[in-house]
């Protein structure tokens, strides 16, 4: 589908506060929002390139090991380079994968990090409290950008 919002939710389901981005997606789909597509992947691959490429909005979300245990943080992503001189399908970041889409498809939709600290990566599959009480918090700030963003009818 053209003209969507995505939202790619990163993670190990198995590891404690890295299931944020999982529990985030799951949220998400059950609300049903128009014209949202959403993932949940363990690591980002060069193949959601084209998936970003579809949409207008971007928000991926992931569990921070750099905040304070329950800290939302929500920072504004930009492509960079025009060239893949600094791509590695190894370790690709968000960042990346916007370079990546810019390169392959000439899109650079506005997009987002939405992250909270974590407590824990230790193998479990329940998020801690401290990022258990924030979740409802992401669902709501990043509703919000959709729908701020779907009133501007940003076409990128």
Not at 89 to 101: E, I, K
Not at 115 to 127: M, Y
Request: net charge negative; proline share 5%; hydrophobic share 35%.
């Amino acid at each position: 589908m053209i003209n969507q919002n995505l939202v790619i939710g990163l993670g190990n389901p198995l590891r404690g506060d890295d299931r944020l981005g999982w529990e985030v997606v799951d949220k998400l789909a059950a609300i049903n929002i128009p014209n949202l597509k959403t993932f949940s992947c363990h690591q980002l691959t060069p193949e959601l390139a084209e998936e970003i490429s579809y949409s207008n909005l971007v928000v991926f979300v992931d569990a921070s090991m750099e905040s304070l245990p329950g800290e939302v943080s929500i920072t504004g992503l930009k492509s960079l380079h025009k060239s893949l001189d600094h791509f590695s399908a190894h370790d690709l970041s968000p960042q990346g994968l916007l370079n990546l889409c810019r390169y392959l498809y000439q899109k650079h939709p506005t997009s987002y990090l939405v992250s909270i600290g974590a407590k824990t990566f230790e193998p479990g599959e329940s998020l801690s409290p401290e990022v258990e009480k924030k979740l409802d918090q992401v669902i709501s700030r990043i509703s919000q950008l959709i729908l701020t963003n779907q009133s501007r009818g940003n076409c990128q």
